[in-house]
């Protein structure tokens, strides 16, 4: 048998939020490499007599290495297993999948990535974002928050005047930070920002805020997702609550009435 490894992405969380391919995959899987932030419903799609390895760098038992997880990869792949490197959201997004791939390519172990839906995707479908509300914003951009701390490559200002929605993925707390560059590089202080935790899952907690404000919110649970920007405004839910929706009966009579559905229905019917 030809070994093979399979990059996939295994979704924000929600177990159904997989894709048909991704479990396709996993259940044929020999070995699984995972990720921390890739809970137990999961991995329990792999069949049962396939190898686990948590190769999480936070809460996996040993402090693995880059090197050494591409070493199993290739490794395993070798022996003629199907390896599954499982990964939280896509793969391809701060994944360090090219690293993964680089290894495979130089080793000849045939690959193919699978994506997966982004913790962006995932956490404003929750909080009910509209990511690029044509009202007021063109253009979405996805960054790493941690290099608001460590040495700062980010051109906050070519940010902000882009007018894209901003998803800071790996804020960690340092919300007085983040909030302190966007001002720095001309953001108002009125922009809406939401802090979306454990997105998707059982546990999620979304809090909205604004940029002046940001320093304050409350530290949730990670991981933590932060989306800045005028679409935010269109958020769900407001500090931690989510409203119960009751049906406006008299709405409803007033502006749909039954019998117009049946005229617009005939036009556009397929089938
Ligand atoms: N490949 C992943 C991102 C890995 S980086 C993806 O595409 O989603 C890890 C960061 O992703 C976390 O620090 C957090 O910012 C974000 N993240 C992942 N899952 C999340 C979730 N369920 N809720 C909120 N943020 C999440």
């Known amino acids: 048998m030809k070994g093979k490894v399979y990059l996939v992405g295994a979704g924000p969380g929600d177990p159904e939020l997989l894709t048909l391919k991704a479990a396709r995959v996993l259940k044929n899987a020999d070995a699984v490499l995972h990720d921390d932030l890739v809970g137990p419903q999961i991995l329990d799609f792999a069949p049962p007599h396939a190898q686990r390895y948590n190769v999480g760098k936070r809460c996996g038992k040993t402090n693995i290495t880059q090197a050494e997880i591409n070493f199993l990869m290739v490794r395993l792949a070798s022996l003629g297993l199907r390896v599954v490197r ?96 966007l001002r720095a590089a001309g953001l108002a202080v009125e922009t809406p920002c939401a802090v979306v935790s454990r997105a998707t899952t059982t546990d999620e907690q979304v809090f909205t805020t604004d940029l002046e404000n940001l320093p304050g919110a409350p530290q949730l649970a990670a991981p933590t997702l932060l989306v800045i920007g005028e679409v935010v405004r269109h958020a769900a839910h407001n500090a931690l609550l989510k409203q119960p929706i009751s049906r406006n009966s008299e709405f409803l009579q007033q502006n749909f009435p039954v019998g117009s559905v049946h005229s617009i229905l005939d036009e556009g019917r397929t089938a």
């Open 86 to 181: 499982l990964k939280g959201g896509d793969p391809l997004v701060f994944g360090r999948a090219a690293e993964e791939i680089a290894a495979l390519r130089q080793a000849g172990i045939e690959f193919e990535v699978v994506p997966g839906i982004t913790a962006a995707l995932g956490a404003c479908a929750s909080a009910e974002i509209p990511l690029t509300d044509r009202r007021s914003s063109h253009a979405l951009i996805f960054l790493a928050g941690h290099h608001a701390v460590e040495k700062d490559p980010t051109n906050w200002q070519a940010l902000v005047s882009s007018g894209a929605t901003l998803v800071i993925y790996m804020p960690g707390y340092q919300y007085g930070k983040i909030s302190t560059k």
